[in-house]
């Protein structure tokens, strides 16, 4: 073991308080390491260097990483000296070193990329109140950097959660998990979604290249999910055949059953008859049949919604149910006001999904439940640019994976933090993916 503790002070004032935007920058950067030190704490030096599976970077890359990022953006980027080489940047360089690969380099150990976590952000506080309020510059222009490398940290968080949840040995000794609300009744099963111009992307000064520019698309009437797929509605699907049954499969998608030996999500134990259980973070427990199904990849959302008789929303449905039928630009299903743990599950504090119907002020105005937190929900659509996009501040983070190779998610899951979802957030990943937080909620056609 090795000590982590951390002092978390707010950045110097110099003639009175911070303007809003540093004042935000400073708690969600702190919020984002208080959570990793959290999830990481503790683990045994082995576990956090350790490849716990080819899909996945070893635990302690990602710390090191994610303070190289905000090294090489909230310092050099901004003017203020470097703490490394340059060079040092190859070795976590998430471009340069696929996954499987980044057991082998010449890694930081534990105690040391921690303590240079602590070296960065302790010049990041140094510097912020020396950076002018109301800049124009692009990087700088309403906390724009300060935002981009907050949710860096957010996002590597909830990688960090799947691979957490991948490790087989030893049990990963999961926090106390704060409680997870009671469900009212479950809500109705589909939702008319009326037809119309929806305003797709954000216009937050925090969204990022691939969500601008916002632009209005016409969507015609669809109905859709009021809540994503359970686990008790997946299971009448793998218990009626569906995985082999070619029928419901993505040509593609069948030749990843057919490869893999797919026969149900990731992580469900079946133990014969109608009884199942699921793997959580290294502790086996009865598979609750009234939580959203996560663990399936985007072949598995497809096939469940073709045998349901129906399809995967695409993303700009998903949007027009999340911002409503009323063409308000909503920020979030609820309204503009910021997720708070009476909106959605989000923040990585439950340690998995609630049942659905948990979350009554979460509600879209349509009455769709659950569109952010729980689970990411895969769409139909591939990860393409908006019309005008524009590369910013790099192209590595969107423009390199546009394209057929990558289809979209929507929404956020328990592991995501709040300042990283938001209706017009979109993240993507492979069809064949299975550990991330991912499930699904299904539409159809209005007839």
Same mark, same amino acid.
């Given at each position: 073991? +090795?000590?982590?503790?951390?002092?978390?002070?707010?950045?110097?004032?110099?003639?009175?308080?911070?303007?809003?935007?540093?004042?935000?920058?400073? %708690?969600?950067?702190?919020?984002?390491?208080?959570?990793?030190?959290?999830?990481?704490?503790?683990?045994?030096?082995?576990?956090?260097?350790?490849?716990?599976?080819?899909?996945?970077?070893?635990?302690?890359?990602?710390?090191?990483?994610?303070?190289?990022?905000?090294?090489?953006?909230?310092?050099?980027?901004?003017?203020?000296?470097?703490?490394?080489?340059?060079?040092? #940047?190859?070795?976590?360089?998430?471009?340069?070193?696929?996954?499987?690969?980044?057991?082998?380099?010449?890694?930081?150990?534990?105690?040391?990329?921690?303590?240079?976590?602590?070296?960065?952000?302790? @010049?990041?506080?140094?510097?912020?109140?020396?950076?002018?309020?109301?800049?124009?510059?692009?990087?700088?222009?309403?906390?724009?950097?300060?935002?981009?490398?907050?949710?860096?940290?957010?996002?590597?968080?909830?990688?960090?959660? @799947?691979?957490?949840?991948?490790?087989?040995?030893?049990?990963?000794?999961?926090?106390?998990?704060?409680?997870?609300?009671?469900?009212?009744?479950?809500?109705?099963?589909?939702?008319?979604?009326?037809?119309?111009?929806?305003?797709?992307?954000?216009?937050?000064?925090?969204?990022?290249?691939?969500?601008?520019?916002?632009?209005?698309?016409?969507?015609?009437?669809?109905?859709?999910?009021?809540?994503?797929?359970?686990?008790? #509605?997946?299971?009448?699907?793998?218990?009626?055949?569906?995985?082999? #049954?070619?029928?419901?499969?993505?040509?593609?998608?069948?030749?990843?059953?057919?490869?893999?030996?797919? $026969?149900?999500?990731?992580?469900?134990?079946?133990?014969?008859?109608?009884?199942?259980?699921?793997?959580?973070?290294?502790?086996?427990?009865?598979?609750?049949?009234?939580?959203?199904?996560?663990?399936?990849?985007?072949?598995?959302?497809?096939?469940?919604?073709?045998?349901?008789?129906?399809?995967?929303?695409?993303?700009?449905?998903?949007? $027009?149910?999340?911002?409503?039928?009323?063409?308000?630009?909503?920020?979030?299903?609820?309204?503009?006001?910021?997720?708070?743990?009476?909106?959605?599950?989000?923040?990585?504090? %439950?340690?998995?999904?609630?049942?659905?119907?948990?979350?009554?002020?979460?509600?879209?105005?349509?009455?769709?439940?659950?569109?952010?937190? #729980?689970?990411?929900?895969? %769409?139909?659509?591939? &990860?393409?640019?908006?019309?005008? &996009?524009?590369? &910013?501040?790099?192209?590595?983070?969107?423009?390199?994976? +546009?394209?057929?190779?990558?289809?979209?998610?929507?929404?956020?899951?328990?592991?995501?933090?709040?300042?990283?979802?938001?209706?017009?957030?979109?993240?993507?990943?492979?069809?064949?993916?299975?550990?991330?937080?991912?499930? &699904?909620?299904?539409?159809?056609?209005?007839?």
């Amino acid at each position: 073991m +090795f000590h982590m503790a951390e002092e978390r002070r707010r950045p110097r004032e110099e003639g009175g308080p911070h303007p809003p935007w540093k004042s935000r920058a400073w %708690t969600e950067l702190e919020t984002a390491r208080a959570r990793v030190l959290a999830m990481l704490g503790g683990l045994p030096e082995d576990e956090l260097r350790r490849q716990h599976s080819p899909l996945m970077s070893p635990l302690i890359w990602d710390v090191a990483h994610v303070a190289n990022y905000e090294e090489q953006w909230l310092l050099r980027a901004l003017g203020a000296p470097a703490i490394t080489d340059p060079a040092f #940047d190859a070795i976590y360089d998430a471009f340069r070193h696929p996954r499987a690969t980044r057991a082998e380099l010449p890694l930081l150990p534990p105690e040391a990329a921690f303590a240079y976590a602590r070296r960065v952000r302790e @010049a990041v506080r140094e510097h912020l109140h020396r950076l002018p309020q109301d800049s124009t510059a692009p990087l700088l222009a309403g906390g724009y950097v300060f935002g981009m490398v907050a949710q860096h940290e957010q996002q590597h968080a909830e990688t960090l959660a @799947a691979t957490l949840q991948l490790m087989t040995s030893p049990e990963y000794p999961v926090p106390s998990a704060r409680p997870r609300p009671r469900p009212g009744a479950v809500p109705q099963a589909e939702v008319f979604i009326p037809g119309g111009e929806v305003r797709l992307g954000s216009t937050s000064p925090w969204a990022y290249d691939n969500e601008r520019p916002a632009f209005s698309q016409h969507v015609a009437p669809f109905l859709m999910d009021a809540h994503p797929v359970t686990n008790g #509605d997946y299971l009448v699907f793998v218990e009626a055949g569906g995985y082999e #049954d070619a029928r419901w499969w993505h040509p593609q998608g069948w030749e990843v059953v057919q490869a893999e030996g797919l $026969k149900h999500p990731g992580f469900w134990l079946p133990q014969g008859g109608h009884a199942w259980l699921r793997r959580r973070f290294g502790q086996v427990e009865p598979l609750p049949r009234d939580e959203p199904v996560q663990h399936v990849c985007w072949y598995e959302a497809d096939a469940y919604a073709r045998w349901a008789g129906k399809r995967l929303p695409t993303e700009a449905e998903w949007e $027009k149910a999340a911002r409503g039928s009323d063409g308000r630009p909503r920020e979030y299903p609820w309204g503009d006001a910021p997720p708070t743990r009476a909106h959605a599950n989000l923040d990585g504090s %439950t340690w998995g999904p609630a049942p659905v119907g948990s979350y009554p002020q979460g509600v879209s105005q349509d009455g769709v439940w659950g569109l952010l937190g #729980d689970v990411w929900e895969w %769409t139909a659509s591939n &990860f393409r640019p908006y019309a005008g &996009f524009s590369a &910013f501040p790099y192209p590595e983070y969107s423009e390199v994976f +546009f394209g057929e190779s990558y289809k979209v998610l929507r929404g956020g899951a328990w592991a995501s933090a709040p300042v990283a979802v938001r209706n017009g957030f979109r993240n993507w990943d492979f069809p064949n993916r299975r550990q991330i937080f991912a499930g &699904f909620r299904c539409a159809r056609n209005a007839r």
